[in-house]
């Protein structure tokens, strides 16, 4: 199951460290009780709509790596052979709360999104691959006039990670929850008082382009912006948007050195950058190159990949989420020392990631994923905890 950020509801280092064989979480902060197969996801609709609310639990089963859909009670269903073209998957929608109500349903050991959708069901297909996600960037997509959202989510036997997401686009507002073990319960994703039309009111006022990120239906409803990355692809945002940016860091460094210290718990793991041409060149401690970098473009920045490409290793991976990070929020030339993680510092250029400004500005507590890399220095929307007891999905109101 394909996803925009590659370590769904995983933080980067936790990823990473499941990729090789050892989960870096939960060892230490788990209960002493085996995280059950499944467990319970309270799901309340606080949304003030009116229209029926459609929920869905996609995802990859852990324990076979098989795709499918989970039923309310957890129960697991595998995808069917798809086709091509894609043809319809099967109808794996869950009837969510009325208004003011709440609705507990069970969540397996999964590896996915939990999507919801306001007034019709969502339209999944297959293909010969898997499923295909909704692609709201592109005009056909048949849930391009859908009001919908989705969080991501691993549960597995270290424990849940849950986190609200707008990497993809900003849209039809929720907030995660989990009660930990304890009983206590953290939160996150809860927008501001007004926050909602806040988000979009920004983009509408940004000049240079960022007002075509936003998407409304033919009867004026608002339905999402999307993001700066898809904003690029599909030409709603210049393509140049980021160059200013890039070019002062990179006239910044051709002269001077940029120092990278990628993991928090290793302060003397350090790396050092300088542009020579269109290369940013790094080295280690002992002064060999270790890894380099083409100069970036927007797609490359807001996405967090092409070139700036971070695969799962130690090196050219935690210094390529260094530079996303340190480029989208525009603190490369404030701070030669990376990963700056002083949210004060962050989106004050002219030229920044005006997006990710808007939807951290309207957060309640200031969290959220709103690129790939929004986990450098702990600015995510997540919640985890090692012995979860009950999972929360609260719907807020769209103002």
């Not at 490369?332 to 004060?344: F, M």
């Amino acid at each position: 199951m394909p996803h925009r950020h590659a370590r769904t509801a995983l933080p980067y280092a936790a990823a990473a460290a499941l990729v090789g064989g050892l989960l870096a979480f939960g060892a230490t902060d788990r209960a002493d009780a085996a995280v059950p197969d499944t467990i319970p996801l309270k799901i309340t609709n606080n949304s003030g709509r009116s229209d029926a609310v459609y929920i869905y639990d996609l995802g990859t089963q852990l324990s076979s790596g098989r795709q499918g859909w989970a039923d309310a009670g957890g129960g697991f269903h595998a995808w069917p052979a798809g086709g091509n073209p894609p043809t319809p998957a099967p109808d794996a929608a869950i009837t969510g709360p009325a208004p003011g109500q709440s609705k507990t349903i069970r969540i397996p050991k999964f590896s996915g999104r939990i999507y919801f959708s306001y007034g019709q069901k969502l339209d999944f297909r297959l293909t010969t691959g898997g499923l295909v996600q909704p692609a709201v960037q592109n005009p056909s997509d048949p849930n391009r006039n859908i009001l919908f959202n989705w969080s991501e989510y691993t549960l597995n036997d270290s424990g849940l990670w849950l986190n609200s997401t707008q990497v993809d686009m900003f849209s039809a507002p929720y907030a995660v929850g989990v009660q930990r073990a304890d009983g206590g319960v953290s939160t996150t994703g809860h927008l501001r008082s007004g926050g909602y039309n806040a988000v979009f009111s920004a983009l509408r006022g940004q000049p240079g382009g960022w007002s075509g990120l936003v998407q409304t239906r033919s009867d004026g409803t608002v339905l999402r912006a999307l993001s700066p990355l898809y904003g690029v692809e599909t030409g709603a945002l210049p393509a140049s948007v980021m160059d200013d940016y890039v070019n002062r860091v990179w006239q910044k460094y051709s002269t001077s050195t940029l120092t990278v210290t990628p993991f928090a718990d290793q302060p003397n793991t350090k790396y050092y950058g300088r542009v020579s041409g269109n290369a940013m060149n790094f080295t280690n401690s002992s002064g060999a190159v270790v890894t380099s970098f083409q100069k970036p473009d927007a797609a490359s920045i807001f996405g967090c990949h092409k070139l700036l490409d971070a695969p799962n290793d130690n090196v050219r991976g935690p210094i390529s989420r260094t530079l996303c990070a340190g480029f989208n929020r525009s603190t490369l030339l404030s701070n030669p020392s990376q990963p700056d993680t002083s949210a004060a510092n962050f989106y004050k250029d002219g030229v920044t990631n005006h997006y990710a400004r808007a939807v951290h500005a309207q957060m309640a507590d200031g969290k959220a994923y709103a690129f790939a890399f929004d986990d450098v220095g702990n600015q995510e929307s997540l919640v985890h905890d090692g012995g979860p007891q009950q999972a929360y999905l609260t719907l807020d109101p769209l103002s």
